[in-house]
Nanobody, 122 residues
Framework: QVQLVESGGGLVQAGGSLRLSCAASGCTFSRYASGWFRQAAGKEREFVGVISRSGGSTYYEDSVKGRFTISRDNAKNTVYLQMNSLKPEDTAVYYC???????????????WGQGTQVTVSS
């Protein structure tokens, strides 16, 4: 059973930084692409970015390009989301996901974490 557990969320002022972690267990993590999604209150879940199985390729949603960076350490079965220059509109619950194919569509992911809250104050 694949399990994903996010951590690192919290409250930060606008312009600040946070690093989220997603630890995987029950699988060979390097077999999965990993995506990050977020869901703000009252809104649909949206794609943030994705990293390939090896970590050699990443892709981001336009609003976070240049501010967010996804990386992974397959030896530690962990993927990271470094978020810099945070804005109030980044406030959401952030989820990591794993799937055999990296994609911006949530439907292509088989496993999901429980989410971690990120709140950015103005």
């Amino acid at each position: 059973q694949v399990q994903l557990v996010e951590s690192g969320g919290g409250l930060v002022q606008a312009g600040g930084s946070l690093r989220l972690s997603c630890a995987a267990s029950g699988c060979t993590f390097s077999r999965y692409a990993s995506g990050w999604f977020r869901q703000a209150a009252g809104k649909e879940r949206e794609f943030v970015g994705v990293i390939s199985r090896s970590g050699g390729s990443t892709y981001y949603e336009d609003s976070v390009k240049g501010r967010f960076t996804i990386s992974r350490d397959n030896a530690k079965n962990t993927v990271y989301l470094q978020m810099n220059s945070l804005k109030p509109e980044d406030t959401a619950v952030y989820y990591c996901a794993a799937g055999s194919v990296g994609s911006s569509s949530s439907r292509n992911y088989d496993y999901w974490g429980q989410g971690t809250q990120v709140t950015v104050s103005s």
